[in-house]
């Protein structure tokens, strides 16, 4: 097993404090009065094997599963991701592939490779919105193949997969006896009420997914992997190999989060509804700029024109207006910039604005 650098995570860990963050990956931090918590919630140890027996009850309630199906686990969708591929990938031969969607999230590419495995690409275009060719995608389906990884929402994009592509797609792997692993952490901007994962889609379907994109809920990091029971069982025994049990007062604090989902998420839809209309409008106005506008989520992946590098764009917006998005590069493709819209409204608006204004800059040379 070999552990690549992961430059994204490495860049994004060294960036400056600025006035403008367009480039968080989920919205501003929610506050911990929301929770509801009392100082009993406040534990130093709980009664735990396999995932706090509470938490996991709310998890599976929310999400239509049996509770047999939920492994709940400290680290976020980050750390559920890792635990997922191990489990679905434990005793696969080098041999065996792994398919990854492109542009990805890097860990999602990453983690197979550290695994030992050979990864083999399908692509998601701009050009039809960013949604999956499911020829395209069956055509690298093989009998070597194990698994296929997408992220619904798309990250970076922030388009989403319907669930009857997602039927499709699992059934063309159970045909090979492979698994689809879905990142469905963006998805949760569009729950509401009505929490459809794509765990539904098909019993060889796994998802992982946490409080943080959507809820603002980053320093929990309260994740969980939803899947056939044999498969999350294997998750755990292999957890038991890395953190064992989770952290007590997390999941008292995340146990807290799904009592109060409702008004965390009011409040999360209060920050983004309007935002995504703010968006749009902007992008029909700057027409230098070509975007697939999502329904939903928090992220927008936009193509800058032909002669605009993003490392120089978002070089100029750092250092002259001290705004900062996501290099395309770390998504795989160099003529993008990512953009989080998860703040708040007057900050957004300056953020966008700055944007345009250094596509000027750049355009006086």
């Given at each position: ?36 918590l009392?100082?009993?919630d ?70 197979p ?107 929990l ?9 044999a ?45 995504l ?6 992008f ?13 989520g ?68």
């Amino acid at each position: 097993m070999k552990f690549p650098d992961l430059a994204y995570i490495a860049w994004a860990k060294s960036l400056p404090t600025v006035e403008i963050n367009l480039a968080r990956s989920g919205i501003d931090h929610c506050p911990v009065s929301l929770l509801g918590l009392k100082a009993s919630d406040l534990v130093a140890t709980l009664p735990v094997k396999y995932g706090y027996e509470p938490l996991r009850e709310a998890i599976a309630a929310r999400y239509g599963v049996r509770g047999a199906q939920v492994f709940p686990l400290s680290g976020g969708t980050s750390y559920a991701n890792w635990i997922a591929c191990a489990a679905i990938l434990d005793r696969c031969t080098r041999g065996d592939e792994v398919l990854v969607e492109r542009p990805t999230y890097e860990p999602l590419l990453r983690i197979p490779q550290a695994l030992g495995h050979r990864v083999r690409r399908f692509d998601r275009r701009i050009e039809n919105g960013y949604a999956i060719d499911l020829d395209e995608f069956e055509s690298h389906v093989s009998s070597k193949t194990r698994l296929a990884i997408v992220t619904n929402l798309h990250n970076p994009s922030g388009a989403r997969i319907p669930m009857k592509t997602l039927r499709a797609m699992a059934d063309v792997l159970d045909r090979v006896h492979a698994y689809l692993l879905v990142d469905e952490v963006y998805l949760e901007c569009l729950f509401r009420d009505q929490a459809r994962s794509c765990v539904h889609a098909g019993l060889n379907v796994v998802t992982t997914n946490s409080l943080t994109k959507a809820y603002g809920l980053d320093g929990l990091r309260a994740g969980w992997i939803l899947g056939p029971v044999a498969l999350v069982e294997r998750a755990g025994r292999i957890n038991d190999l890395m953190t064992n049990n989770s952290v007590a007062p997390g999941e008292q604090m995340a146990l807290a989060a799904f009592r109060h989902l409702r008004a965390i998420d009011r409040r999360a839809h209060d920050i983004l509804d309007p935002n995504l209309a703010r968006v749009r409008e902007w992008f029909e106005r700057e027409s230098r700029l070509h975007a697939a506008m999502p329904e939903g989520g928090n992220v927008v992946f936009p193509r800058l024109p032909a002669r605009v590098d993003s490392d120089r764009l978002t070089a100029r917006l750092m250092e002259r207006y001290s705004t900062l998005v996501v290099p395309g590069r770390f998504f795989e493709l160099p003529r993008h910039i990512r953009i989080s819209f998860g703040c708040g409204a007057n900050r957004l608006a300056r953020g966008l604005e700055n944007i345009s204004r250094a596509l000027d800059d750049l355009a006086r040379g």
